[in-house]
């Protein structure tokens, strides 16, 4: 939910799933107990626009973090017979923190994972590295998907960071936060946008016999000029303009 109305003076935010377009209040009261001789003060003040905003992006920022890395932690490869030929494709992605970015930009969805690795084995990776199309078009699936997650974590670990988030309460205005955070509403919806066309790709392509049908679907997904790749870098450019204007 973007924060038009912050530009026409009137906030409109959400949180908890709750519109609210009224000023929030800090309410207390002042009154003396007669018995112990204790005072409770009553009144009242306002948070500002800008303290609204923030706290608006600062949650936004806390609950995506702790998606992106909250089922990072609680998934178990082990409960997968997971048949994705990483090493075949190639050496990089050796490495389990890859594959679980890789994991994460397909929703950790045990059926989806299974069905890229049914779609992988039909292709042919027994040529050496240098020659062989198909290991090159499945390495760059993998980037791309390792990408997706990438920049997210990324975008949420380090250009939202915790500290970044105090520089931005203390140094940035209104309108600057309204726009951190708008940019950030884009980068989640292209984000998950990505994911839901990449899946329907995996389970379209699982479906093919041949290995050319596969190695053709493959490459229109991973092409850089395709919807999928520009949304890719799309999302790469949203995250860096988050972070400069942070």
Request: glycine share 4%; net charge positive.
């Amino acid at each position: 939910m973007k924060l038009f109305g912050l530009l026409t003076g009137t906030l409109v935010y959400s949180v908890g799933s709750i519109a609210k377009n009224r000023p929030v209040r800090k309410v207390f009261d002042l009154k003396r107990n007669t018995s112990s001789g204790n005072v409770r003060v009553q009144g009242s003040f306002n948070i500002s626009d800008k303290e609204q905003v923030f706290y608006t992006l600062k949650t936004r920022v806390i609950a995506y973090r702790e998606e992106i890395n909250g089922l990072y932690s609680q998934f178990n490869s082990g409960k997968l017979l997971l048949n994705i030929p990483f090493k075949k494709i190639s050496s990089d992605f050796a490495d389990s923190d890859k594959q679980y970015k890789i994991y994460s930009s397909l929703g950790y969805d045990m059926e989806v994972i299974k069905q890229l690795g049914n779609v992988l084995n039909k292709l042919d990776f027994n040529s050496p590295h240098f020659i062989n199309i198909d290991a090159d078009v499945a390495y760059k699936l993998l980037k791309f998907l390792n990408n997706i997650t990438d920049y997210a974590k990324t975008l949420v670990n380090y250009y939202l960071s915790d500290e970044t988030l105090l520089h931005i309460k203390s140094s940035k205005d209104k309108l600057r936060i309204t726009e951190i955070y708008n940019h950030l509403e884009d980068f989640i919806t292209l984000r998950e946008n990505c994911m839901s066309k990449i899946k329907l790709q995996i389970a379209y392509l699982e479906s093919k016999i041949t290995r050319e049908s596969v190695l053709t679907g493959i490459k229109e997904m991973v092409a850089y000029e395709g919807e999928i790749g520009q949304d890719i870098n799309l999302m790469s450019t949203i995250a860096i303009t988050i972070w400069s204007l942070s």
